[in-house]
């Protein structure tokens, strides 16, 4: 029932940061566990950021210290804060509930591209 859209990318330094978006519509949006996912040409779909209905977040290995997911309820938003891109980070980002995992539904995503 949750629809999600993914905004804040763009083209960035390396070194530099980017703040993502993923606004939600729907009901019982505080209830939901939130993921941060990406997909790079070539490579699969990784979790990069996860976040559970009370605030406990879990990060990949690759982006931890660097990057923070938050959510923000009252506004039904989580965020994902990048810090210290890396060219490997380029990547489309994806935001998620499980619910919506389980049953393959994805949005458009967002393009984050880092590069001199």
């Known amino acids: 029932q949750v629809q999600l859209v993914e905004s804040g990318g763009g083209l960035v330094q390396p070194g530099g940061s980017l703040r993502l978006s993923c606004k939600a519509s729907?009901?019982?949006?505080?209830?939901?566990?939130v993921g941060w996912y990406r997909q790079a040409p070539g490579k699969q779909r990784e979790l990069v950021a996860h976040?559970?209905?009370?605030?406990?977040?879990n990060y990949a290995d690759s982006v931890k210290g660097r990057f923070t997911i938050s959510r923000d309820n009252a506004n039904n938003t989580v965020y994902l804060q990048m810090n210290s891109l890396k060219p490997d980070d380029t990547a489309v980002y994806y935001c998620?509930?499980?619910?919506?995992?389980?049953?393959?539904?994805w949005g458009q995503g967002t393009q984050v591209t880092v590069s001199t």
């Open positions: 976040i559970t209905s009370g605030g406990s977040t």
């Open positions: 729907g009901n019982f949006f505080s209830i939901y566990n």
């Open positions: 998620n509930t499980e619910g919506r995992v389980a049953t393959q539904n």
